[in-house]
């Protein structure tokens, strides 16, 4: 079956610590790639999106995110956390490229709590 | 600019009423999406609109219906509410020009259906 994996559900650091969400995903081609947060009581922010080229991309907030076809991963990471990071992250992938006929599958969603 | 506006903020319901909830962008974004979340199962689709005029079914669409008369509204209605419809609601629009993979999301409607 075709899946969107946050292997984690909550993730505590500490303020200034370096961060990694990771995320996997089993379909059959590259989809394309998002990740998303939501603070509380919020709605979802994107943070970044890869869709093809540097495997590497850069996003809002100081976040990262790099793709790796052999792993099926798309880990989302920061150098060095801030309580404003506090949140929750979701992965998401996207089928049908270049056509507003495919719809996202999300993940479940990792919540990160971060420690003063 | 306001993106993507939603109402109402939170709802409480009784069970077997009907409710609307709205969704209206400012994008002229092609597609509009209505997404529910619960604890645990992150997002799923309920329905979703390509283009003015047209409509699909999404991963969990029963219970729910949608219609798009225009481009800038997606009204999202629960013809008679069950309990198991408690959920926070986003709708979602995408389709730019340049950019039609990405969507947007809006602030969410909580609803609790006692």
């Known amino acids: 079956a075709q899946s969107v994996t946050q292997p984690d559900i909550h993730i505590t650091v500490s303020e200034g610590a370096s961060l990694e969400l990771r995320c996997n995903y089993s379909?059959?081609?590259?989809?394309?790639l998002f990740w998303y947060v939501q603070s509380p009581g919020q709605g979802l922010q994107l943070l970044l999106k890869?869709?093809?080229?540097?495997?590497l991309v850069q996003g809002i907030k100081g976040f990262e995110a790099e793709f790796k076809r052999s792993q099926s991963s798309f880990n989302l990471r920061k150098p060095s956390v801030h309580w404003s990071d506090a949140a929750e992250y979701f992965c998401?992938?996207?089928?049908?490229?270049?056509?507003?006929?495919?719809?996202?599958?999300f993940g479940r969603g990792t919540q990160l709590t971060v420690w003063p | 600019t306001a993106g993507i506006t939603q109402a109402p903020t939170s709802q409480i319901l009784a069970a077997g009423r009907s409710m609307t909830l709205r969704c209206t962008q400012d994008?002229?974004?092609?597609?509009m999406y209505w997404y529910r979340q619960d604890l645990g199962l992150g997002l799923r689709l309920i329905h979703y609109?390509?283009?003015?005029?047209?409509?699909g079914k999404g991963e969990v669409p029963d219970g729910y219906s949608v219609s798009r008369a225009n481009t800038d509204d997606f009204p999202l209605t629960l013809a008679s509410a069950v309990p198991s419809q408690t959920s926070v609601y986003f709708c979602?629009?995408?389709?730019?020009?340049?950019?039609?993979?990405?969507?947007?999301f809006g602030p969410g409607t909580r609803l609790t259906v006692l």
């Open positions: 998401a992938v996207k089928l049908v490229r270049g056509s507003t006929l495919g719809r996202l599958y």
């Open positions: 979602a629009s995408g389709g730019e020009r340049g950019d039609t993979d990405t969507q947007y």
């Open positions: 994008m002229r974004h092609n597609a």
């Open positions: 890869y869709f093809s080229g540097d495997t």
């Open positions: 379909y059959g081609a590259t989809p394309y």
């Open positions: 609109s390509n283009t003015a005029g047209t409509t």
